[in-house]
């Protein structure tokens, strides 16, 4: 059973920067892709980024140059670093893990958070 607790979400005026935080239990933490979504009212569920653990990172076109993720494997946390935010990065941002089925005979596992509010003010 792996558990996620997501942080640092808040209300930040556009331009601003927030950092947030996703940690993690277990001690599969390095064997698991990380990644931050996020769903605003009345909208299907977006990837944001997520990093392999070996650290490859991919981001959505909206985000590419504002947004930064990163992981310490030794810390069993995930960040996602957000710069120069615009309303439209409103949303419920949810940290999500994945730890890939390497063989047919393993399944794979997908944990999700609770979700943190982030809020973007014109």
């Known amino acids: 059973q792996v558990q996620l607790v997501e942080s640092g979400g808040g209300l930040v005026q556009s331009g601003g920067s927030l950092r947030l935080s996703c940690a993690a239990s277990?001690?599969?933490?390095?064997?698991?892709?990380m990644a931050w979504y996020r769903q605003a009212p009345g909208e299907e569920r977006e990837l944001v980024a997520s990093?392999?653990?070996?650290?490859?990172?991919q981001y959505s076109d909206s985000v590419k140059g504002r947004f930064t993720i990163s992981r310490d494997n030794a810390k069993n946390t995930a960040w996602l670093r957000m710069n120069n935010l615009k309303p439209e990065d409103t949303a419920v941002y949810y940290c999500?893990?994945?730890?890939?089925?390497?063989?047919?005979?393993?399944?794979?596992?997908?944990?999700w958070g609770q979700g943190t509010q982030v809020t973007v003010s014109s």
């Open positions: 999500h893990a994945r730890k890939p089925a390497y063989t047919v005979e393993q399944t794979e596992d997908n944990y």
């Open positions: 990093i392999t653990g070996r650290g490859s990172t």
């Open positions: 277990g001690s599969i933490f390095g064997l698991m892709v």
